[in-house]
């Protein structure tokens, strides 16, 4: 057996190969908690799921109207790659030609692989610009919302990733510990762009053992590990913004808030307070008014009110608070309540965002940002917001505000998606089903018969990380690895570069897009970028041999030795934010003259739009959608790893089980889980550390529907959430609001 090291956004391995078959997956010594995600490239890579040859679906081929009724429901014909890639190319020409190049859609969701050459977003970008340009999507599905809210009150979104407050400032300094969201350590498994060490649990565990105390706010026990031994408050999903406004009312009227911070470091305070008091709205947003809504005793928001206000106290919130209804205001009520509580910019305190979201939030590495393959620029300029994409098929010429400004959707003609799987991703995927069979035709480059293969019209079969050679390196990570190919392609798959630098040669510019240079050559090129970026930092990187030869490379030790914020505490003049009057924004003139409905100038509580009493008596129970334990979003789905934590092949429910028994529901049953937009099938399993009225269903199960009635056979929670945008700001997906009903499926 022969190994060879992998690098993955769960982590990095080293493979064991015996005849040409993967029969090993272990993860490196660097590593203090290896993630068990890397079994499912035991049988992942060569399952029998893969795409062997490009393919073209039969009706695109033979229909005059090119068969879109029949898309995802169709069979393929097998294509050699000289035709297959010259009818792609072709296609593409008429398209840019025809209707102009924001007619094509230039889709990938970056989490494609974790090399930095072989990475299909990159890929697809840098041919698709050098043929005229494209629409693109902006923003994530993870943090859409967070990222346009939050550079308007307080820092931009990267700022917010990388230099937030350090988990060894919070093991050294903090007292009180609250999550409202939780701390799930199954989501810290994974990072974008690779993770080396998974640090959070270990991290989370020493400032439990120097004594923090730990609140887990979430309507699931199990969102912050028993071992940190948390207060648990289970508020009714969605309803953190009225939990923080009772808290903050505390604050207020009892002479805990932080006056003097409010006001030299904050804008906007006294139209809060008026807020909070009731006095702007006639509402006082007491702990009793708060307790009404949120379904936690007021009297519990008082004890925690205080007690936050008497200790070192570090408030957080998981990214899932911003994917619901009016998401931009639970992260802005947590900005506000820390401002009242005076203590951002000290060790230990203040707040931050997506602690236990990825691997790398917190960390206390030194920040990196390594050279990539060049894309150069989108000649169209011009882009929609990520979780705006049926719209944007369904609605050709319409207009949807966003931050601010106005966009026009444009007719879109064609969709070329490398990296990621929108029918995991989008939310609604009926209404995903109508939109994706509007445009005439559908190009993916893709390893398996993923929902995106099937749902395509021509389908270029890709490698994966294993058939090639690459760099692992990003700019949150310490550790730069050499991945080597352990695997020769399989079948007859080619790598996006190869795929991309074909349709270049038919369209004519093959040596733009390639340079003449070789994958080996693409990396020691970016390698040698490098290390000119690493001279200017003041450091050295060695050769690119030597890195190969090495495999593994680890930047010099850069702790940062003052907390985020702290020089803007310090001094708030010298230090201005990066916001339009320099502060920390509780009241922000640039939103509220944006005059959205659904998205005010300060921090308001908003009733979701599925909440109404009518909406509660169909669709009693509160679904949630979080990441998956034994993958990450969908990748591997198809994997033995993945498939052994369901039940008869279905995503596994979690229930209370009060709740099962009110509707004669028993552990491991097939259950069929509903509501007005769709409907699914999942194995049920019981949790009583969850409120009864909540759900849980994760993500990634690879979309089924039933050619008969449209019910979706694998448990995919997304035919079931709305495709509705978080606010007129944001747009970002809203998951989180979503009421469902379960029942037996037998």
């Known amino acids: 057996m022969k190994r060879f090291r992998n690098a993955t956004q769960w982590g990095v391995y080293d ?5 040409g078959r993967v029969v090993d997956v272990k993860g490196i010594d660097e590593d203090p908690e290896v993630s068990d995600i890397g079994q499912v490239l035991l049988d992942g890579v060569q399952h029998s799921s893969r795409i062997q040859r490009p393919a073209i679906r039969k009706a695109w081929l033979e229909k005059s ?12 014909y097998d294509v050699p790659w000289d035709e297959a890639l010259e009818i792609a190319a072709n296609e593409l020409k ?43 999507a902006m923003n994530s599905y993870s943090t859409a919302a ?71 706010i979430s309507p699931i ?47 906007g305070y006294p139209k809060v307070k008026d807020y909070v008091l009731g006095t702007s709205d006639g509402v006082a947003k007491s702990p009793d008014w708060a307790a009404s809504i949120c379904g936690i005793d007021a009297t519990d928001i008082e004890a925690l009110a205080r007690k936050m206000a008497r200790k070192r106290t570090f408030l957080t919130a998981a990214w899932s608070l911003q994917r619901g209804d009016h998401g931009e205001q639970p992260y802005w009520m947590l900005c506000t309540l820390a401002a009242m509580l005076g203590q951002i910019g000290t060790p230990g305190g203040g707040f931050g965002f997506g602690y236990s979201a990825e691997a790398f939030v917190g960390t206390n590495y030194k920040r990196f940002n390594w050279a990539t393959l060049p894309k150069g620029r989108n000649p ?46 989008h939310q609604d995927l009926n209404r995903l089903v109508k939109a994706w069979r509007k445009p005439d035709t559908v190009i993916v480059n893709e390893p398996w018969w993923t929902p995106v293969a099937q749902w395509a019209d021509i389908v270029f079969p890709a490698t994966t990380s294993l058939e090639r050679t ?27 570069h190869e795929i991309f630098a074909g349709l270049a040669g038919v369209l004519g510019f093959a040596e733009a897009f390639t340079e003449n240079k070789s994958e080996r050559e693409w990396l020691k090129d970016m390698w040698e970028r490098s290390q000119t970026l690493a001279a200017q930092q003041g450091f050295h990187l060695p050769t690119f041999e030597e890195f190969e030869s090495n495999g593994m490379y680890r930047l010099p030790e850069e702790p940062r030795v003052r907390d985020w914020m702290a020089n803007f505490r310090e001094n708030p003049e010298r230090s201005q934010l990066q916001t339009p009057s320099g502060k920390l924004e509780l009241y922000s003139a640039t939103i509220a003259e944006f005059g959205y409905d659904d998205c005010p100038g300060q921090a308001s509580w908003l009733e979701p739009l599925e909440w109404q009493e009518t909406d509660r008596s169909r669709y009693p129970l509160h679904l949630l959608s979080p990441q998956p334990k034994r993958r990450l979003h969908s990748q591997y789905d198809q994997s033995k790893f993945s498939q052994d934590g369901k039940i008869a092949g279905r995503e596994v429910l979690t229930m209370h089980p009060e709740a099962a028994a009110d509707r004669q529901l028993k552990a491991g049953a097939l259950v069929r889980v509903f509501n007005e937009r769709g409907a699914c099938l999942a194995g049920l399993s019981l949790d009583a550390s969850q409120r009864k009225d909540t759900v849980t269903l994760p993500t990634g199960a690879w979309f089924k529907p039933s050619p008969e009635g449209g019910l979706e056979q694998n448990g995919n929670p997304n035919v079931l959430t709305r495709d509705k945008g978080t606010s007129s700001l944001a747009q970002g997906p809203s998951a989180h609001t979503c009421l469902v009903e379960v029942e037996s499926a037998s």
């Open 15 to 19: 493979v064991g190969v015996e005849n």
């Open 65 to 76: 109207d090119r068969g879109r009724d029949r898309r995802g429901a169709d069979e393929f």
């Open 94 to 136: 008429r398209v840019a030609n025809e209707h102009g190049n924001t007619a094509i859609f230039g889709g990938s969701y970056g989490w494609a692989s974790a090399g930095r050459f072989h990475h299909a977003q990159s890929q697809l970008h840098r041919f698709i610009n050098l043929m005229g340009g494209c629409t693109r």
């Open 146 to 216: 967070a990222q346009v809210i939050l550079p308007h009150i307080i820092a931009p979104w990267p700022q917010m990733e990388l230099q937030q407050t350090t988990l060894e400032s919070v093991v050294t300094h903090t007292e009180l510990f609250v999550a409202f969201g939780g701390l799930p350590s199954k989501n810290a498994q994974v990072a974008y762009g690779g993770v080396t060490e998974h640090r959070t649990g270990l991290d989370l565990a020493r400032a439990r053992q120097a004594g923090a105390e730990f609140v887990n």
């Open 221 to 267: 026990a199990g969102d912050i590990d028993s071992q940190l031994q948390p207060t648990w408050l289970a508020p009714i999903p969605g309803t953190d913004v009225a939990l923080m406004l009772g808290m903050a009312y505390v604050l207020e009227t009892e002479g805990l808030a932080a006056s003097d911070f409010l006001q030299s470091h904050c804008v």
């Open 380 to 425: 169209t300029g011009f882009s929609i917001p990520v979780a705006r994409i049926a719209d944007m098929l369904l609605n050709p010429g319409a207009t949807v505000d966003y931050d601010g400004r106005e966009i026009v959707y444009p007719d879109t003609k064609l969709i070329y998606w490398a990296g990621g799987n929108p029918f995991h991703h």
């Open 470 to 496: 690459d760099i692992c390196a990003s700019s949150h990570d310490p550790y730069a690895h050499y991945m080597q190919q352990a695997l020769p392609p399989q079948h007859d798959a080619r790598s996006d």
